[in-house]
């Protein structure tokens, strides 16, 4: 059975990764809450800002799965309110980004409402390997 390559080049190989990111970046689209900025604070460093008013620390998490970084709020239901109008939002949610290789979180800071990311790029030494070519009865 002949299999469809991605990007359509037999000479990308192992770059099946690429079209698992796409897929990701699809769903990631499609979310719009809470809102966020990007900014770029110098050539290597990041910083991303998501508006999370009425979250404490406790409510947030932060983590990086397989390339990808993932926010989630949760807040606690407060059964002794008893709202006559309730417009903020107390919704669960989950943000997430895909961090190209190198991309490493710096650390996260909450004030104000505003969630803060810094993000910065590492640049890995250049590698040059020898690969020895063996001569002889192969097995």
């Known amino acids: 059975m ?12 192992g770059f099946d990764h690429f079209e698992r990111m796409a897929e990701r970046l699809a769903k990631a689209g499609a979310e719009s809450y809470p809102p966020y900025n990007i900014e770029q604070t110098s050539e290597n460093d990041f910083r991303i800002t998501l508006a999370v008013a009425g979250f404490a620390p406790g409510d947030l998490s932060v983590s990086v799965e397989d390339n990808q970084l993932v926010i989630r709020g949760k807040q606690a239901e407060d059964a002794a309110r008893s709202y006559l109008h309730r417009g903020i939002a107390a919704r669960q949610f989950q943000r997430s980004f895909v ?3 190198g991309m490493e979180v710096a650390g996260a800071d909450l004030e104000n409402g505003l969630l803060s990311l810094r993000l910065v790029r590492r640049r890995p030494e250049p590698k040059v390997r020898t690969i020895a070519i063996n001569a002889g009865v192969q097995e």
């Open 2 to 13: 002949t299999r469809v390559l991605a990007f359509g080049s037999p000479y990308l190989l």
């Open 99 to 101: 961090l190209a290789d």
